[in-house]
């Protein structure tokens, strides 16, 4: 299961949920208003389906959507947390 | 070295660090261009020749003369007495410091200068029902308030425009920072030609009164402060010339009594008899408030009588003590000269009366029995109509004649063409409203008359159609 | 008080000067001029019999958090003390529905005085049980819905452990009763705005100048642009009759859309710029929404701060709750599509319908607030249908001409809602909705303003609002580009900005004046 938690493995998800993104670089996808709330509630739903594990209301913060990097941390923690 | 690139930057960002020095200077240029456009704006468009102008620079150059009588209040109140008339009948000497518009507080500060510096003895304080009733004088108090400054000492000017920035009516609205552009008050039309004649005018060497003569068009002056207008009031457009059009019908505000209040104490504190008058008026501008006009006024009536003071509604006068001509009226709320030189003689029977010690109140009818006042009117005083469209499309047009109670009253509807033919579309009934043919262009003409008359009409008005 | 008055700027000057005085002894207690000046304000002007209910809010949202932290060291402590895992777990699973007791509690307080003082009576009334929506005679302390959506914010990030709760009451009552916020807003979060209010400021670190300017817009729009146009709003809409054109509603709201941004984002630039003054930047509140290109973009940039509440605190933890996501992962057999939008959809009706109770209890701001709701949900769920659709008629949705359709298709359906919204008989919004597309008849506009009581010259005097429209046109293009507009025109040479000003100023002049007198025909009226 660790083995799929990769970056690489995160921003194919983004992609899926919505295209033409910088993924890799940007780190302000929220505060830049790249990810409306739709598409952040599209990534839970996603990342629910891809690592099961729930994002709880607490969680989605912008601190955890800006960037790519952050998504995967706070999935690694959630899983943890899980664990 | 900076690059001219680097400076428009820093020009562009606006926060670069300037000197302070320069700051000041900039701020001081700023402030110093608001000033003069101020200055100039008031030139140019602040109203010279006002009726406020032209009542102080008259006040201020009869200050050797006697004066024991002053009258105060609004315009109905500057157009209904004639102090020459007054003074004819009763030996008085009676200056008007009425001005168009004058809100309770500023007839406040004019009773005040009056005693001050005349100790009067007697303050005719005229009002209609609008002036317990309306509150937003702003460009009156502030064309009053320039007014008296004009003749004041630097010092004594600051503090009474001061006085009027930190006033109730001001002090928490935004008028209390737009007054410092007064321009913005009082100001002539916003056109090229009244802007270039009102800056003529000032700089032509006309006094204030001079001009007033010039851009008041019909108005004449006739000394002791009073000026009146002879034109004489259109029925027919009664609809548009009814306060309650003009401002809406609300209650009389207790801060306004509370204004009254304060005049009559001011009063009392120094022995000066007030008088408190409410002018008059067609009896369609009373009777268009209903019930409302005996309900408010005789609130009205009591704060009065409760301070000592005395209190005559010229519209509830008697018709021996006096009654008005259909041509004594300008308009909806005031008297023509001639209409005025005609009440001013039967004030000064009242003011006879209640100098002889005689009760007054008797010379009217009360507020109590307003079923007596309304029986009272034999007349047609005004006839107003509105068109509004039925549930299949067509126009309805409904009158309503101003009358007294025991008047019966009978209508006839003409259609006026473009090219003023008429034709009948309902002749004379008792019905007041009518359905005007489907097509139809023009106007309708609406005429009424009391049931026996042969008249081709008492009253009419003209109510145009929806295209 | 009027925020443009010669006592707000009293107001403004004493406590600025006693603020800055305070500074240059301890920056530490400068917060507490603050508090004074908020207080005093409240008092000046709402009613100060009001007050309580503000230090009601104030308390239960200061003691909530306390409680709370209190509860996570004890909880803390007994799972130090369990015995083995199991028993750890079932200490936290214990304090945690005790926590969540605390957190409801505490929410039924805050919205309980706010529904009980802003709905009930409206509740009877449409009920058929009081006389009027004002019958109990409840005063409506001024900002209660802000002030306690703010606390609310508060309370429930506390909750979810994103700061260290305030200890002191009174720098939380200084949070919640800061005076720039309390007449229209922004919602601030503590986050944000608490540290600032907190931390010391000295007056050489104040953009005086820009905040002037700001101020200066903000009265621009109110007066110019809002004020001038309400009575004629008010004169349309007061007496709708069934065969009113489509024409004179269509005018009607127009205005409304110019009256309600002008009034709104003028009067928060307004606070904005007054609380910059002291060194504390608000939340922004407005993004120039009329540029927006969907429905859902304009609920991004109009009373922004509103819309991040709801995202936050009803949007999320909804949308993601556990009959959510069920319902999510049966709509995702019907299509992938359907199942990841369909609980972000009716979360957002969600949304929308307490966005039009926060309005009021009134029918017609339910209705204003579901049309929002239905109009961005549809456009979610229809999003791959539209997406083909402009492939198949190859439309290029990058280009300048399509977002400008975006934005003018935006304005449009943003006005119809204004529809309801503006138009206070739900029925009347339906029939002035129908006539706009089968009465339109324009000849009957002038006639039927006229005899709505609209004065010829009130028309006229629109072009001073015209002007102040256009001005704010440009400002908010430039904005839009990224431009700053402020610091061009303070970079311009001091000669030109004087001018400037005193344009500004002269139709704010003028306009405060018309806006007072020429409803009575009195703008030209010799004194």
Redesign the interface.
């Given at each position: 299961m660790d083995d799929d938690l990769t970056l690489d493995h995160m921003i194919e998800l983004l992609e899926d949920v919505k295209g033409n993104v910088d993924y890799e670089n940007c780190t302000t996808l929220v505060d830049d208003?790249v990810l409306?709330?739709?598409d952040?509630?599209?990534i839970?739903?996603?990342i629910?389906d891809e690592f099961d594990v729930?994002?709880?209301?607490?969680d989605?913060?912008p601190d955890n959507f800006n960037s790519a990097q952050a998504m995967l941390d706070m999935v690694k923690r959630l899983v943890d947390e899980e664990g | 070295m900076r690059t001219s690139k680097e400076r428009r930057a820093d020009?562009?960002?606006?926060?670069a660090p300037r000197s302070w020095r320069r700051r000041i200077?900039?701020t001081i240029?700023?402030?110093?261009?608001?000033v003069a456009?101020d200055v100039v704006?008031s030139f140019a468009l602040e109203?010279y020749g006002?009726?406020?102008s032209v009542m102080w620079s008259e006040y201020r150059a009869s200050a050797g003369e006697n004066i024991d009588t002053v009258v105060v209040g609004s315009s109905t109140a500057q157009r209904s007495f004639d102090p020459s008339v007054l003074d004819n009948a009763l030996g008085t000497s009676t200056f008007s410091m009425a001005?168009?518009?004058q809100p309770l507080d500023d007839s406040y500060t004019a009773v005040e200068q009056a005693i001050k510096d005349h100790h009067v003895r007697r303050v005719i304080l005229g009002v209609d029902y609008e002036s317990l009733s309306?509150e937003?004088w702003?460009?009156?108090h502030?064309?009053?308030a320039r007014a008296k400054m004009d003749g004041e000492p630097f010092s004594q000017a600051v503090a009474d425009y001061w006085k009027l920035?930190?006033s109730p009516s001001?002090?928490?609205?935004?008028?209390?920072?737009?007054a410092l552009?007064p321009w913005?008050?009082?100001?002539?039309?916003?056109n090229r030609e009244s802007i270039v004649a009102n800056v003529r005018e000032r700089m032509s060497g006309d006094n204030v009164l001079e001009a007033a003569k010039v851009?008041?068009g019909g108005w004449t002056y006739y000394g002791r402060g009073y000026g009146n207008y002879d034109s004489v009031i259109d029925y027919s457009r009664a609809r548009e010339d009814t306060s309650v059009s003009?401002?809406g019908l609300d209650d009389f505000k207790q801060t306004l009594l509370d204004q009254m209040t304060a005049i009559a104490q001011l009063c009392n504190e120094n022995g000066v008899q007030l008088v408190v008058v409410v002018t008059p008026r067609p009896a369609f501008n009373v009777l268009v408030y209903g019930e409302k006009y005996p309900e408010q006024m005789s609130r009205l009536q009591q704060m009065v009588e409760a301070e000592g003071a005395t209190f005559v509604d010229a519209n509830m006068l008697h018709a021996e003590t006096y009654s008005p001509q259909d041509g004594d009226f300008a308009d909806g709320e005031h008297l023509n000269y001639a209409g005025a030189t005609r009440f001013s003689q039967a004030f000064a029977g009242v003011l006879q009366a209640l100098d002889a010690g005689q009760d007054v109140e008797s010379f009217s009818y009360s507020y109590n029995d307003w079923d007596q006042y309304l029986a009272s009117i034999h007349q047609i005083s005004a006839v107003v109509s509105?068109?509004d469209?039925a549930d299949n499309?067509d126009a309805v047009v409904s009158a309503q004649a101003y009358t007294g109670t025991d008047v019966q009253v009978e209508y006839r509807f003409l259609l006026v063409g473009k090219d003023h033919s008429t034709t009948v579309i309902q002749d004379w009934s008792s019905s007041d409203s009518c359905d005007v043919p489907r097509g139809s262009h023009g106007d309708v003409m609406v005429c009424t008359r009391q049931v026996g008359s042969t008249a081709d009409y008492d009253r009419f008005c003209m109510q145009?159609l929806?295209? | 008080?009027?925020l443009?008055?010669?006592?707000f700027?009293l107001f403004l000057a004493v406590s600025l000067a006693a603020y800055y005085l305070v500074g240059r002894f301890s920056q530490r207690a400068q917060w507490v001029v603050l508090l004074a000046a908020s207080l005093a304000f409240y008092c000046l002007v709402g009613r100060w019999q009001t007050l309580a209910y503000m230090l009601a809010c104030a308390a239960v949202t200061w003691a909530a958090p306390l409680a709370l932290a209190r509860m996570d060291a004890r909880c803390k402590e007994e799972r130090a003390a369990a015995p083995g895992r199991a028993a750890r777990r079932a200490a936290k699973a214990a304090w945690a529905g005790r926590r969540r007791a605390v957190l409801v509690a505490a929410l039924l307080a805050c919205f309980g005085i706010l529904a009980y003082l802003k709905y009930w009576n409206v509740l009877l009334y449409e009920v058929g049980l009081a006389a009027s929506p004002a019958s109990l005679g409840l005063l409506l302390p001024l900002g209660i819905s802000f002030y306690t959506f703010q606390s609310v914010s508060y309370l429930v990030d506390a909750y979810?452990?994103?700061f260290e709760p305030q200890r002191n009451f009174l720098k939380h009552l200084l949070f919640v009763s800061w005076f720039p916020q309390v007449i229209q807003g922004p919602i601030n979060r503590y986050a944000d705005l608490g540290p600032q209010l907190l931390e010391g400021h000295s007056a050489k670190d104040v953009?005086v100048?820009?905040s002037l300017l700001r101020f200066g817009y903000g009265a621009l729009k109110k007066?110019a642009i809002a004020n001038m146009l309400v009575g004629t709003i008010d004169q349309i809409f007061s007496n709708v009759?069934p065969?009113i054109p489509g024409s004179v509603v269509v005018f009607g709201i127009l205005l409304y859309s110019a009256q309600q941004y002008g009034d709104f984002s003028g009067g928060i630039d307004m606070v904005e710029a007054a609380s910059s003054l002291f060194g504390v930047r608000m939340a922004e509140n407005f993004r120039r929404p009329y540029f927006s290109v969907s429905l859902?973009d304009f609920w991004?940039r109009w009373h922004i701060t509103l819309g991040t509440w709801m995202?936050?605190y009803v949007?999320?933890?909804f949308?993601?709750?556990r009959p959510m996501?069920a319902l999510?992962a049966r709509a995702s057999r019907l299509g992938e599509h359907l199942?990841?939008?369909l609980?972000?959809c009716v979360?957002n009706l969600l949304v929308f319908l307490i966005v039009g109770l926060w309005h009021g209890a009134e029918p017609h701001y339910v209705a204003w607030g579901l049309y929002n709701g239905l109009v961005i949900a549809l456009a979610?769920l229809l999003a791959p249908a539209f997406r083909r659709a402009n492939e198949a008629l190859r439309v290029d949705t990058g280009s300048r001409a399509h977002r400008v359709f975006c934005v003018v298709r935006t304005f449009l359906v943003v006005n119809v809602g204004w529809y309801f919204d503006r138009i206070y008989d739900f029925g009347d919004s339906l029939l002035c909705l129908r006539n706009t597309f089968t009465n339109f008849a324009p000849?009957?506009f002038s006639?039927w303003l006229s005899?709505a009581g609209v004065h010829g010259s009130a028309i006229k005097f629109m072009g001073f609002t015209a002007v102040a429209c256009l001005i704010v046109f440009i400002v908010s293009l430039a904005q839009e580009r990224g431009v700053?507009v402020?610091?061009?025109?303070?970079?311009w040479n001091?000669?030109l900005?004087?001018?400037f000003?005193?344009m500004v100023?002269?139709l704010?002049?003028?306009t405060?004046?018309i806006t007072?007198?020429a409803a009575?025909?009195?703008m030209?009226?010799?004194?």
């Open positions: 208003r409306d709330s739709f952040i509630l599209s839970i739903s996603s629910n729930s994002v709880p209301a607490k989605i913060v | 020009a562009a960002s606006g926060g200077v900039e240029v700023v402030i110093g261009i608001i456009f704006c109203q006002s009726l406020s001005t168009p518009a309306y937003n702003s460009g009156s502030v064309a009053f920035l930190v001001f002090m928490r609205r935004a008028d209390s920072l737009c552009f913005g008050y009082n100001h002539v039309k916003l851009v008041n003009i401002h509105r068109v469209k499309g145009g929806p295209h | 008080m009027d443009l008055s010669l006592s700027v979810n452990g994103r953009p100048r820009r007066y009759t065969d859902a991004r995202r936050d949007f999320f933890p949308a993601v709750s996501r999510g199942g990841r939008t609980p972000a979360a979610d000849q009957q006639l005899q700053d402020d610091g061009r025109i303070l970079g001091c000669v900005r004087g001018l000003y005193c100023i002269g704010i002049v003028v405060s004046y007072q007198n009575g025909g009195f030209y009226a010799n004194f």
